[in-house]
Every structure is written in structure tokens, then in C-alpha cells.
């Protein structure tokens, strides 16, 4: 595993593919917003699924993948190794040990629950899409459907993929995960 949160990799030739691919099954859906990480992999992304159409796109920091520190772009084996302490103590306490220079868990998580608090600026719109990074999208799930946010791990988002949530006034319904067929309003 390589740590490539914050860090401004370029999305690669699969995530263009991938994004590509994303356009033809989200064509038939009428999206009304988009909300994007302020990250360019995920900019490029919402410009390749969007690109026949004339969207706002608002760019939402809270969206952005947690922040790894002095680990971005770093093998874990390399970790063990130059950083074991550290490394070994986020292995065994993730949620409360911090990566070195980095954000911990618990920063990581309220700040996707900003986001969500702020969900409610939204509701006068159909369809949002959310572009984003998958630890972003678990948590987000996870939370959404009142799991604590521990249970993240329960929700493995593929790259490549589309998944809808439903949100009403009470609750949310996850509709779709991982999804690689033709989406359509309402699916």
C-alpha cells in the first residue's frame, strides 16, 4: 500500500479509462450540482464524467482524501522501516495515533462530518454528483447511513465505479455501491 492522499499525483492513464468509462454510464443521468474534492485527480475526474455537459461544480475541501503527512507517496514497507514507530502505532490505533506530519483519524472524520452537516445547503437538488477519494466516500457512507465511523472499513469503493445514495429528511438508503452498469434518474 502507497499513501497518495494529498499529494498531487495526476490521475493515471487507468483513472482516465476509468473516468472515461464513468461518462458513458452516468450520461443518461441528469445531474443537477457536482461537488468535488479540491484535489486535481479528482477535478480531472469530474471533467472527463462531465464532459459534454455545462455543470456547476463547487470544489469542497471537506471532500478531500485524509492527509498522510510525511508518509504521502510512501510504501508501507518503506514505513516499517524509516518511520516503525510511528507506523507501527497508527497500525494498532488507527483512529487515535497520527501519521507523522499528517492528519489523525479523529480530524479526518469531522471534517467529512462538516461536510455532511452542510448536506442541508443541497436539498433543493435532485441529483449531486460527489466526486471524491475512497476513504472520503466509506466514511461519508458509513456516516450517512448511522454507522459510527469505524465501520468505513465496512464499504470498499472501487475506483472506476459509481454509487448512489438517497437521502431523505430522516435517513439515507445506500442505493447502489460499486456500481459499473448504466446509471439512470431514479435507479
Known amino acids: 500500500m502507497v499513501f497518495t492522499a494529498v499529494m498531487r499525483p495526476p490521475l493515471t492513464a487507468r483513472g482516465i479509462e476509468q473516468a472515461q ?3 458513458t454510464l452516468l450520461h443518461g443521468v441528469s445531474f443537477d450540482l457536482v461537488l468535488c474534492s479540491e484535489l486535481e485527480r479528482a477535478q480531472h475526474t469530474a471533467r472527463l464524467v462531465l464532459s459534454d455537459r455545462q455543470l456547476p461544480v463547487q470544489i469542497i475541501p471537506e471532500l478531500n482524501e ?3 503527512g510525511d508518509w504521502e507517496m510512501r510504501h508501507h514497507r518503506d ?3 524509516e518511520d516503525a514507530e510511528n507506523y507501527s502505532a497508527w497500525c494498532n490505533d488507527w483512529q487515535h495515533a497520527i501519521p507523522t506530519n499528517g492528519e489523525g483519524f479523529q480530524a479526518f472524520s469531522q471534517r467529512v462530518e462538516r461536510f455532511i452537516a452542510r448536506l442541508s445547503e443541497f436539498q433543493h437538488y435532485q441529483n449531486i ?3 471524491s477519494h475512497q476513504g472520503v466516500l466509506s466514511l ?3 456516516r ?3 454507522m459510527p465511523a469505524e465501520a468505513m ?3 470498499r469503493v472501487d475506483q472506476g465505479c459509481w454509487s448512489a445514495i438517497d ?3 430522516k435517513f439515507a438508503t445506500l442505493r447502489v455501491l460499486n456500481s459499473r452498469a448504466i446509471g439512470v434518474d431514479n435507479a
Open 21 to 23: 468509462n464513468l461518462h
Open 66 to 68: 485524509m492527509f498522510f
Open 79 to 81: 514505513l516499517m522501516q
Open 129 to 131: 454528483l460527489v466526486v
Open 140 to 142: 461519508l457512507i458509513a
Open 144 to 146: 450517512l447511513i448511522g
Open 153 to 155: 472499513w465496512h464499504f
Open 167 to 169: 437521502i431523505n429528511q
